[in-house]
T-cell receptor, first 116, second 118 residues
Framework: DTGVSQDPRHKITKRGQNVTFRCDPI?????LYWYRQTLGQGPEFLTY????????KSRLLSDRFSAERPKGSFSTLEIQRTEQGDSAMYLC??????????????FGQGTRLTVV | AQKVTQAQTEISVVEKEDVTLDCVYE???????LFWYKQPPSGELVFLIR??????QNEISGRYSWNFQKSTSSFNFTITASQVVDSAVYFC???????????????FGQGTTLQVKP
């Protein structure tokens, strides 16, 4: 396992369609994060999992967004009824081998979503 | 609330010049971590350094050095003898590190785009 993997790397979708992104974290990491990054801005926190439990959600995560991490390994982020404002880079990160808090987060290369 | 400010949006230097990227943070908490990440054109955020709020010792790693000053809430990053490969967007970030706030959630600044010209 060489790092955090995200799929797909790019997604173009029509407004109103649903999209789903996948993140495979570093295998021994029990924390997983989703961030959104728009052009010219820093990443903004969306949600956080510790193992399979979703422990925090940002106000940025509207009802159209849902994230899961069913077995405490990979995670999916779904956006329903996409809007043009959802166009952004969606970054996944993982951190913290169990028992070692506050190690640095390792990021994937992101999924760039374009809603047309 | 926590906040990170990187006032420099873009910096352009000529190769071999030294450059300092500024970072100012706000938090009422006394225990926190500060980070610098590099984002090359490929998009992946690359970890550069983590600093504990109790450790104000400056750090040097090769051409990179970091100056952490709690008195001014700043965590500045200097690249010595810059190279074209240093061209990227650099982000400063903050996370809290105690109790229920210990989630590892990162609060990022807006980033500084560094262009190093040959």
């Amino acid at each position: 396992d060489t790092g955090v993997s995200q799929d797909p790397r790019h997604k173009i979708t029509k407004r109103g369609q649903n999209v789903t992104f996948r993140c495979d974290p570093i295998s021994e990491h029990n924390r997983l994060y989703w961030y959104r990054q728009t052009l010219g801005q820093g990443p903004e926190f969306l949600t956080y999992f510790q193992n399979e439990a979703q422990l925090e959600k940002s106000r940025l995560l509207s009802d159209r967004f849902s994230a899961e991490r069913p077995k405490g390994s990979f995670s999916t982020l779904e956006i329903q009824r996409t809007e043009q404002g959802d166009s952004a880079m969606y970054l996944c990160a993982s951190s913290t081998p169990t028992g070692h808090p506050n190690t640095e987060a390792f990021f994937g290369q992101g999924t760039r979503l374009t809603v047309v | 609330a926590q906040k990170v400010t990187q006032a420099q949006t873009e910096i352009s230097v000529v190769e071999k010049e030294d450059v300092t990227l500024d970072c100012v943070y706000e938090t009422r908490d006394t225990t926190y971590y500060l980070f610098w990440y590099k984002q090359p054109p490929s998009g992946e955020l690359v970890f550069l350094i983590r600093r504990n709020s109790f450790d104000e010792q400056n750090e040097i790693s090769g051409r990179y050095s970091w100056n952490f000053q709690k008195s001014t809430s700043s965590f500045n990053f200097t690249i010595t003898a810059s190279q074209v490969v240093d061209s990227a967007v650099y982000f400063c970030a903050l996370t809290l590190s105690h109790g229920s706030s210990n989630t590892g959630k990162l609060i990022f600044g807006q980033g500084t785009t560094l262009q190093v010209k040959p």
